[in-house]
């Protein structure tokens, strides 16, 4: 059963691979048992999948169900600490965009031939994301005191800087004039400590939020 599950995975990870090199068209089902270590042209694919478009949507599937498995490690902030949040977010996020690429690339170049399988990517994978980045980022805002912010707006600015750094290393091979992905969360998260820090400025709020730097809090009052 193992081994079952091991080869259906193989043939889905080989086949979005393909696909994003090559288009769907362009990709044989010998091509993918090949890559996924079966003899080309046995049939070892049908074994698991009726079709090229039944692999493409358990692709769809897999990660989904990795977006949910990490829905409790998100639940568990706030961490007491923002920039440590804003870090854990952004990894998470960039790591998730990383993985989500070929599939991307997918819906990018063949989409038009599956319309209902692009509207599944966009319903339970891209609006979901900015949702929880919505509800991220505007918790802690509204945390710090400030409750009149347009958290759809704010979520979608803060993930969008990280999908253009992750389309933009995609497309080129490096993203942000050369920018390392940790420089990169080094300075997302200094740039939404300091917007956050100016809402509870903003807001008079007396609420006190610990923002560790070089080993000192600072207080937001």
Do not use: C, N
């Not at 043939?11 to 068209?25: C, S």
């Not at 990517?121 to 912010?149: C, Q, W």
Request: aromatic content about 4%; overall charge negative; cysteine-free.
């Amino acid at each position: 059963m193992a081994q079952e599950r091991s080869t259906r995975e193989r043939i889905v990870t080989e086949a979005i691979r393909l696909f994003a090199e090559r288009g769907y068209r362009g990709t044989t089902v010998g091509e993918i048992e090949a890559a996924a270590g079966l003899a080309p042209r046995s049939g070892g694919l049908y074994k698991h999948f009726r079709s090229k478009e039944e692999v493409l949507q358990a692709a769809i599937e897999r990660h989904v169900s990795e977006l949910e498995e990490m829905r409790p490690v998100l639940d568990m902030l706030p961490l007491g600490d923002l920039r440590a949040e804003l870090t854990l977010i952004a990894r998470w996020a960039l790591s998730e965009l990383g993985a989500e690429q070929p599939l991307m690339r997918v819906v990018q170049k063949d989409g038009d031939q599956f319309p209902e399988l692009v509207a599944q990517v966009k319903e339970r994978i891209i609006d979901p994301g900015h949702r929880e980045a919505s509800r991220l980022i505007g918790r802690m805002v509204t945390e710090l005191g400030d409750e009149s912010r347009d958290e759809e707006a704010i979520g979608s600015v803060a993930l969008g800087s990280l999908i253009a750094y992750k389309v933009e290393e995609k497309m080129f091979g490096s993203a942000g004039g050369d920018v390392s992905e940790e420089r990169l969360i080094e300075a997302w998260v200094d740039v939404w400590t300091t917007i956050a820090e100016t809402a509870a400025a903003q807001a008079g709020t007396t609420q006190t939020s610990t923002l560790i730097e070089g080993g000192v809090s600072y207080d937001t009052r």
